[in-house]
């Protein structure tokens, strides 16, 4: 698959011209494309660690407020649960963004 060096848009591989922007498909640009993509693989590997700190942060908190709740049976345990809720989901979408860094990185080595 082709892309415009000038948009980023998806071209026809045998295109002279872009028929998004109109620039001249001519001369081909990889390290500029490869360059896209190692930001995008850089981006997605960022939020990956981001939303993975955050989970066992939220896991951590959540389990330490679940705790106190078995223990003095109060409602900050109600938040404990929602926390660790929320912890999996992120932990779930770090996967995705593993996922997706991997997947650019193929794209890297074709
Ligand atoms: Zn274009």
Redesign the pocket.
């Known amino acids: 698959m082709a892309y415009?060096q000038?948009?980023g848009?998806k071209?026809d591989e045998d295109a002279l011209f872009?028929h998004?922007?109109?620039?001249g498909l001519v001369e081909e640009d990889t390290g500029w494309q490869e360059a896209q993509i190692r930001e995008a693989v850089d981006e997605a590997n960022r939020r990956a660690n981001g939303h993975t700190i955050l989970a066992i942060v939220l896991v951590t908190t959540g389990l330490a407020a679940g705790g106190i709740l078995c223990v003095s049976s109060d409602p900050i345990g109600l938040f404990g649960i929602v926390l660790v809720c929320l912890g999996v989901a992120l932990a779930a979408a770090a996967r995705r963004h593993e996922r997706k860094a991997s997947n650019l990185r193929k794209l890297l080595r074709p």
Do not use: S, V
């Open positions: 415009c000038y948009c848009r071209t872009c998004w922007c109109g620039e």
